[in-house]
């Protein structure tokens, strides 16, 4: 990184100019702030145990030979690809992904993201951080990528602990699509990864959201309880088929369409409606996080 | 919000002041009235005390300087640009302490500074650690610098406070009750450190609701109360405002109050053996000689200097310690 001039600077204009990349530096720390919090720790490690969870009952349900899913018990079914669990350990990746998307990774990005700026409010440490001076469209862009980045790492982190699972606790191998042709480890190991993603993009809205919300109040705990509370009433108001001309634009609507990633070839209808639908929540909601945060009095 | 902190020549600066605000005005939504056509001058080197009581609009009038609330009518000026429209040129030349310290509890002092320091676009990451232990060393807390700061007592978390607003060399610092909380001997130090960046040349603005904490270190002050600006100018000239009194320590108590009125001096009041009064306007060398020839035993004869306070109350009427 150039600098300027380093010198004392006594006159105004004379001021050392930032680097363009001093954007990068606050972003590292929020990253670093944001991943030395104690409770995001506590997040993943939650949405670390539920695949291990997912292993285990898998495999004490299938240890008398029989299989996991439809059709055993009279049980509703449990998650997409339960039942192949026990032919490969791949497919653990997949479940854990499909039972945490409609709830615990989202609520997970909803705590993180409704105590953004409203949890920096509460401290007291905004104000610190605008007088420094960060810049309020910075800071807000700032927060929107780490919140992003966790987003990433969340979804990661189910995605690489169900992978260290289902490796040790099933086999591991070649492996069946939906649509009833083979693939092979490295290939599905590849579909795995950009599922992990897919994922991770759906999550784009609900981070805007909370973001907005975040916006919104001088309290962590209110943001929070907030985003965690829409996305639940959202989620149910998705099964209400009176509903179904909104439905298709609830930002959890086209969630499960990461499936059709493991269809052969590639159905990529809902996944792109998906990604366009997060691409407009970011774009309406962080607008609006934009213009409340940048014309509002900062009195905590 | 965002303007660049191109060479724009500085304007000069009317007077030479560091911050300037002209009718400036906070009406909150709720309708209520926090600061009224604020005219405030603060000459560049100057201590200036900013006094009031609590709920005067003291903090209001700083978060306006320091472009965190929007004024609702009127003009504020800091280092010659007008905020909040400047912040991005003007706030880094300032060290500012609002409403108290807020840190991050999770992380240690020294970590707390490294993160401020990051949110300020004109500090450089290679000095960073350098100029985070400077700061840390001078308000006195290198020994707690690896602690949580969640951990700190009130005091620490004052200094620590302090520390980030030392980081770098400011043009003016803004201090927001900066005492709060710490105890005498820590109270000592803060003004000391106060008179040390006063003499190299720093604007100290400091806002406190302790007279005689701003008495011993402002060469400067404004008093508010209610939203508006009662006064302000040098602090001397504002003492002055308030004339001292004559006190006269006699047995002869009696007798001594009749002598001074009769030189002329006016509000004569008895307390045992302790007389005062409005020192007339003659030489007061005769009047002590008028009272030794009239047999009055004098122990003392002095003219007591008026404090703040005495300027204070003659200005409002009412005692200091009352909320707005």
Same mark, same amino acid.
Request: hydrophobic letters at 50%; a neutral charge.
């Given at each position: ?25 606050? /972003? ?60 490969n350990?791949l497919f653990?990746v997949f479940?854990? /992904? ?31 951080? /605008? ?33 260290? *699972? ?6 591991l191998g070649d492996l069946t699509t939906?649509?009833?042709?083979r693939i092979s480890f490295a290939d599905g190991l590849g579909r795995a990864l950009?599922i ?6 759906? /999550? ?23 985003? *965690? ?33 493991m269809?052969?070839? *590639? ?34 | ?16 002041? @560091? ?43 700083? +978060? ?139 604007? @100290? ?63 004569? @009041? ?11 306007? +003659? ?19 002095? @003219? ?21």
């Amino acid at each position: 990184m150039s600098r300027a001039e380093t010198a004392v600077p006594r006159e105004l204009g004379e001021v050392r100019t930032p680097s363009p990349l001093w954007t990068f530096g606050l /972003l590292r720390s929020e990253l670093v702030t944001t991943f030395r919090r104690w409770r995001t720790l506590a997040l993943l490690a939650v949405l670390a145990a539920v695949p291990v969870l997912v292993g285990i009952a898998v495999k004490i349900e299938t240890s008398d030979g029989s299989s996991a899913g439809p059709g055993r018990g009279g049980g509703g079914g449990g998650p997409a690809f339960i039942a192949q669990i026990t032919n490969n350990g791949l497919f653990l990746v997949f479940t854990a /992904l499909a039972a945490t998307l409609p709830f615990f990774l989202p609520m997970a990005i909803g705590v993180v993201a409704g105590d953004a700026i409203a949890g920096e409010a509460n401290a007291g440490t905004l104000r610190y951080l /605008l007088v420094a001076p960060a810049g309020r469209t910075r800071l807000l862009l700032t927060k929107y990528a780490t919140v992003l980045a966790f987003c990433l790492v969340a979804t990661l982190v189910v995605a690489a602990s169900a992978l260290a *699972v289902g490796a040790v606790l099933f086999p591991l191998g070649d492996l069946t699509t939906i649509s009833g042709t083979r693939i092979s480890f490295a290939d599905g190991l590849g579909r795995a990864l950009l599922i992990a993603l897919v994922v991770a993009a759906s /999550l784009i809205g609900i981070a805007a959201l909370g973001l907005f919300i975040s916006t919104l109040t001088n309290s962590g705990i209110a943001a929070m309880a907030t985003t *965690v509370g829409l996305l639940i009433s959202v989620q149910i108001l998705d099964q209400i088929p009176q509903l179904h001309a909104l439905q298709p634009y609830f930002f959890s609507h086209y969630w499960l369409s990461f499936a059709d990633l493991m269809r052969d070839p *590639v159905y990529w209808d809902d996944l792109t409606k998906n990604l366009g639908l997060q691409a407009l929540y970011a774009a309406v909601f962080g607008s609006a996080a934009w213009a409340r945060f940048t014309a509002r009095d900062i009195t905590a | 919000m965002d303007e660049a902190s191109a060479p724009e020549p500085d304007r000069a600066e009317p007077g030479d002041s @560091v911050i300037a605000t002209h009718a400036l005005t906070k009406r909150y939504r709720g309708g209520q009235l926090a600061v009224d056509g604020l005219d405030l001058t603060v000459p560049a080197g100057s201590v200036f005390g900013f006094l009031g009581p609590n709920g005067s609009g003291k903090t209001t009038t700083i +978060r306006m300087l320091m472009g965190l609330i929007e004024p609702t009518s009127g003009t504020a000026r800091v280092l010659g640009r007008p905020m909040p429209r400047s912040s991005r040129a003007v706030l880094p030349h300032v060290g500012a302490l609002i409403e108290g310290p807020a840190l991050y509890g999770f992380l240690s002092g020294r970590d707390n500074l490294i993160r401020y320091d990051a949110a300020d676009p004109t500090a450089d990451p290679r000095t960073r650690r350098a100029r985070v232990a400077a700061a840390l060393e001078r308000v006195g807390l290198m020994a707690a610098a690896g602690k949580k700061a969640r951990a700190y007592s009130l005091g620490m978390k004052q200094r620590l406070g302090l520390a980030a607003a030392l980081l770098q060399p400011r043009r003016l610092l803004v201090l927001d009750e900066p005492t709060n909380g710490l105890d005498p001997q820590g109270m000592r130090e803060i003004r000391s450190l106060v008179r040390e960046l006063a003499s190299d040349g720093t604007t @100290v603005f400091l806002s406190s609701h302790l007279l005689d904490e701003i008495e011993q270190v402002c060469t400067h002050a404004a008093v508010m109360a209610q939203g508006r600006l009662i006064t302000q100018g040098a602090v001397s000239d504002l003492a002055a405002g308030a004339r001292g009194r004559l006190v006269v320590t006699t047995p002869d108590a009696g007798e001594a109050a009749r002598v001074l009125k009769e030189q002329g001096a006016a509000d004569v @009041v008895v307390a045992e053996d302790r007389v005062t009064a409005e020192p007339p306007d +003659r030489d007061l060398a005769e009047v002590n000689a008028a009272l030794v020839t009239a047999g009055v035993r004098v122990r003392g004869f002095g @003219v007591e200097r008026a404090s703040l306070e005495d300027a204070f109350v003659a200005l409002t009427g009412e005692g200091f310690d009352v909320a707005g």
